[in-house]
């Protein structure tokens, strides 16, 4: 299998529903010019009907997307930035989310919005955010955050596919990581299904996005420790893969939940909160949240990079859970 | 004769205006009475709007509209059972009783949608018209707003896309010269909406709309111009709102001017009725039009009552394509 990055996964992916669905388009911000890479060529092989530049207008283009849904197409949107989703909530909340609720099923939206979540990297609080939890609390979206590249090509390709909107958060962390990424035109991942990227038996690690990365390099630490981490990528936040969470801390008895979102209401919330309400009677210890704390992202980088996940506080609240004595 | 002065179509545009008042007066009779829940906002006094906008589109051509819900389905031509069983919250409503009054949209007459959140069709009307386009149809997208939502930023975006891509896109803007309770003139920069058409390009037109003829006839004019890949049309209706914000608010919240008494006299209707007489038009096939809407208004009422409420289940349907279970300590108290 070829060995390829996130972001040439992203472009794989589009390039090959764009081919295979004459319904499928794209629009976003300067996505003729190619800015990060996943729309190489794409002007010179599907032409500019279905290239679209679109005016700086978020909430314009982004319900334009959902108008063009509701008459059969099926356009991938490319948001850019996740921040840049804030002037669109209007059309993703109330018409996006809604419409096919509000009007009793006569609405169809096939549509998926993209956006990167470029945190780390000194772009301070404006052009940071990692705001997949506040759509998690609006029924009606779809939500994944793969943190490999093959997990992003399948479940990309899955939700070009969906009849769903699919709101797709890709975390820059991961963007020049590499996988091996299966090159057949019908790979997907199913939507609503995580995955178990490393087997443990001590405690169960749930991950979200670029958290899932952090965790791995947590787990091969402590492995030297004796203290044995399963990692779990849910993949797609909604729908939440309960099931594969809860049996795995059925099997450990401790759970960390790690999230580079903010703490309060986070996806990490959520989860925790469905372990407690659901397997309290595996739990053998309290269940740990490592997320970026309830304040704002700075641009010095000597004060940002620390607020995030980081291996030394998921290593730390590991021993918390099984007893092990912190090193002094 | 022009499709305008046709005179099955004139005899349609006078139907479709009475279908809307006499729907709208029994309406707010039984909401008054309690019958209907949640908000009322009638269209009384702006049915030419309404339905001269919609007579110059296709039943093919896409429609968008606004919380004032109840005239855009009637005007383009839907039957009155699936919207009266929408304002009774019945199963058998347009929108399965989810809806309501606020979103009486009907897909199968070419609405996308009713939507209540004040100037939020715009982007979807240009959305659908880029959708048209795209698969090569000859469809246009009109979207009805208000002069509140000439305001939003999303009415804005939705025109400057349209412009700028030349989508096949109609707006009308029926300034019914009230935002809730805030007059036009208090909200409006400019003395017109439709001057705002110059921002962008695009032809900005003003019309009486009290005049469902005239309405119908600058409408079809830019729907002609966004079929022929000419772009879109802003269109400012002026036209009057009579009745509360909402009905039954316990007292109305709109600043009445002494120009009240002036807009009530140019009742688009009675303006149409008179007209169509002038021209020589039976004053008894009006009346057989006036009767037949009577029944057809006492039949959606009666097919509404006896329709059954939504099972629990509807409302976990339609969040995704795939039902939602219900959750277990939900359902254990339904």
Request: with cysteine.
């Amino acid at each position: 299998m070829p060995r390829i990055t996130f972001l040439e996964a992203i472009q794989q992916a589009q390039a090959e529903e764009l081919e295979r669905d004459p319904r499928v388009f794209m629009m976003g911000e300067d996505i003729r010019c190619n800015v990060f890479g996943t729309t190489t060529g794409f002007v010179e092989r599907f032409g500019e009907e279905r290239i679209r530049d679109t005016p700086i207008s978020e909430n314009g283009f982004i319900g334009a997307a959902g108008g063009a849904a509701m008459v059969g197409m099926r356009p991938i949107v490319d948001a850019t930035l996740s921040s840049f989703l804030y002037p669109a909530m209007d059309q993703i909340c109330s018409i996006i989310a809604k419409s096919r609720y509000i009007y009793g099923g006569q609405a169809r939206l096939p549509l998926v919005i993209r956006s990167c979540m470029f945190y780390g990297n000194s772009n301070a609080a404006q052009h940071s955010d990692r705001p997949y939890s506040m759509f998690m609390n609006m029924p009606g979206l779809k939500i994944i955050c793969p943190s490999d590249a093959a997990d992003m090509k399948g479940l990309l390709k899955a939700a070009v596919r969906d009849d769903d909107p699919v709101l797709s958060f890709e975390d820059g962390t991961c963007w020049i990581n590499k996988a091996e990424v299966p090159d057949d035109p019908d790979f997907m991942i199913p939507i609503g299904k995580g995955d178990i990227k490393r087997e443990g038996t001590d405690i169960t690690v749930i991950a979200i996005a670029g958290g899932v990365n952090v965790a791995l390099k947590a787990a091969k630490q402590l492995q030297g420790e004796g203290i044995s981490l399963e990692v779990i990528d849910p993949r797609t936040l909604v729908p939440l893969d309960r099931d594969l969470i809860l049996r795995s801390v059925r099997k450990t008895g401790r759970a960390i939940c790690v999230d580079p979102a903010h703490k309060t209401c986070s996806a990490a919330s959520e989860i925790a909160a469905t372990i407690v309400e659901d397997a309290f009677e595996a739990l053998r210890a309290p269940v740990l949240r490592v997320t970026t704390p309830d304040t704002h992202l700075p641009f010095s980088p000597h004060i940002e990079k620390p607020l995030y996940p980081t291996v030394e506080r998921i290593v730390a609240a590991a021993r918390r859970l099984v007893g092990v004595a912190q090193p002094a | 004769m022009s499709p305008i002065g046709d005179n099955d179509r004139r005899l349609e545009k006078y139907r479709r205006m009475q279908r809307i008042r006499q729907f709208e007066t029994k309406a707010e009779s039984m909401h008054a009475a309690g019958e209907i829940p949640g908000a009322l906002h009638t269209y009384a006094g702006m049915e030419a709007s309404g339905v001269g906008a919609c007579m110059a589109l296709r039943d093919d051509d896409y429609m968008v509209g606004t919380h004032r819900s109840h005239g855009h389905p009637i005007a383009k031509g839907s039957t009155l059972r699936p919207l009266m069983a929408e304002l009774l919250g019945k199963v058998t409503g347009v929108c399965k009783g989810k809806g309501g009054s606020m979103h009486l949209s009907d897909f199968s007459m070419g609405s996308l949608g009713e939507t209540s959140i004040v100037g939020s069709g715009g982007p979807v009307a240009a959305g659908a018209a880029l959708g048209a386009k795209l698969q090569g149809l000859d469809r246009v997208a009109l979207c009805f707003f208000g002069d509140g939502a000439s305001s939003e930023g999303a009415i804005h975006e939705g025109m400057n896309l349209a412009a700028v891509w030349k989508l096949p896109a109609i707006f009308v803007c029926e300034n019914n010269r009230f935002g809730m309770s805030t007059p036009t003139s208090a909200a409006v920069a400019g003395e017109h909406v439709a001057d705002r058409a110059h921002g962008y390009g695009i032809p900005g037109v003003i019309v009486d709309g009290q005049d469902v003829d005239a309405v119908e006839e600058v409408v079809r004019e830019a729907v002609d111009r966004a079929r022929a890949g000419k772009g879109p049309t802003l269109i400012e209706t002026k036209t009057y709102r009579y009745r509360d914000h909402a009905v039954n608010m316990g007292r109305d919240l709109t600043p009445r001017g002494p120009e009240h008494d002036d807009w009530v006299a140019r009742d688009p209707i009675d303006l149409y009725r008179a007209r169509l007489l002038a021209d020589g038009v039976d004053s008894e096939d009006l009346d057989a039009i006036d009767s037949a809407i009577a029944d057809e208004v006492a039949d959606c009422l009666t097919f509404a009552r006896d329709s059954a409420y939504p099972a629990f289940e509807e409302a976990f349907d339609h969040v995704f394509v795939d039902r939602l279970p219900i959750p277990a300590d939900v359902a254990a108290h339904v």
